[in-house]
């Protein structure tokens, strides 16, 4: 529904998931930084094997987490349309409200 629509893909939403794609993006770049630095540095008194793992496991679920964030581009593509299309094309806009709902329904 628009409702929905104004709720969920608002500007604020589309401003918080940009923030979080560039901190997903900086946090899995430091994890890698410093999980490369780990396995180039041989020094015993500065390793940590669980210091390494948990590094490993920041990366692995950062990985998996990753294409939630292009799970979200749908939604704002649909309020895009809705939005910015003139009240002449209500068939589109229409279908930009019945896609969005369809895609959250599916998330």
Not at 90 to 99: A, D, G, I, K, T
């Amino acid at each position: 529904s628009v409702f929905a629509m104004r709720q969920i893909a608002s500007p604020l939403a589309a401003i918080i998931t940009l923030i979080g794609c560039v901190l997903y993006l900086l946090l899995l770049l430091l994890n890698k930084y410093e999980l490369r630095k780990r396995h180039r540095r041989v020094d015993a008194s500065s390793y940590r094997l669980s210091r390494t793992y948990q590094l490993r496991e920041n990366v692995m679920i950062i990985h998996i987490l990753g294409p939630a964030f292009l799970l979200c581009i749908p939604a704002f593509a649909f309020r895009a349309v809705y939005i910015f299309l003139p009240e002449t094309f209500e068939f589109y806009r229409s279908l930009s409200v019945s896609m969005f709902d369809l895609w959250i329904s599916l998330l």
